[in-house]
């Protein structure tokens, strides 16, 4: 299994243009999350799925978007990149309701200018 | 307040030394407890769950004070691959932080 799977690994954005980034799992796990990680910070929430079709927001969802049409795939949707957005995320997933290990990605390392 | 918080850190140690790490939460409501490790520049991994009889696993011991709302993990024997930033997490169910909740981190330094 390749596990937590994100693309693409660095990114160079100028401020106002969109990107999606990906994230997939093949562990057919049920829930799934987007978190940014900032210095002093700490891992923040962004969005999460607990299922193909449900997605709710997580602790700062303003600017992002995600879609969940498949168990496997949840992307994040960078609508109009800002400077605030620059930082680290981490998809994760996990199985729901069997001890909450998460399984969190490679990460993917923005950088918008 | 935040909801979990951990000891700012850094700590700076010699190879062999014992280390302990604190971590209190704040919501009574919480359900489970683990620490996770996370590399420079990589994604955070589970290290161990802690349960209230305290555990084991090697080198590091876990115990959690549900009574204090205190969880702490021990390191003994560090070696220089326990060079890491250690992340306190709380599971508990709901909110808009998801249900789990992590500790900013603390950074451990092993040196020769």
């Known amino acids: 299994n390749a596990g937590v799977t994100q693309t693409p690994k660095f990114q160079v954005l100028k401020t106002g243009q969109s990107m999606t980034l990906q994230c997939a799992q093949d562990?057919?796990?049920?829930?799934m999350s987007w978190y940014r990680q900032d210095p002093g910070m700490g891992l923040r929430l962004i969005h999460y799925s607990v299922g193909a079709g449900i997605t709710d927001q997580g602790e700062v969802p303003n600017g992002y978007n995600v879609s969940r049409s498949t168990t496997e795939d949840f992307p994040l949707r960078l609508l109009s990149a800002a400077p605030s957005q620059t930082s680290v995320y981490f998809c994760?997933?996990?199985?729901w309701g069997v001890g909450e290990t998460q399984y969190f990605g490679p990460g993917t390392r923005l950088l918008v200018l | 307040r935040k909801e979990v918080e951990q000891d700012p850190g850094p700590f700076n140690v010699p190879e062999g030394a014992t280390v302990a790490f604190n971590c209190t939460y704040s919501n009574s409501a919480s359900q489970s407890f683990f620490w996770y490790r996370q590399d420079c520049r990589k994604e955070p991994k589970l290290l161990m769950s802690?349960?209230?009889s305290g555990n084991e696993d090697g080198r590091f011991t876990a115990q959690l004070n549900r009574a204090s709302q205190y969880i702490s993990l021990l390191i003994r024997d560090s070696k220089l691959s326990d060079s890491a930033t250690y992340l306190c997490v709380v599971y508990r169910y709901g909110g808009s932080q998801g249900n789990l909740i992590f500790g900013k981190g603390t950074k451990l330094s092993v040196k020769p």
């Open positions: 562990m057919n796990h049920e829930y």
């Open positions: 802690v349960y209230s």
């Open positions: 994760a997933s996990t199985q």
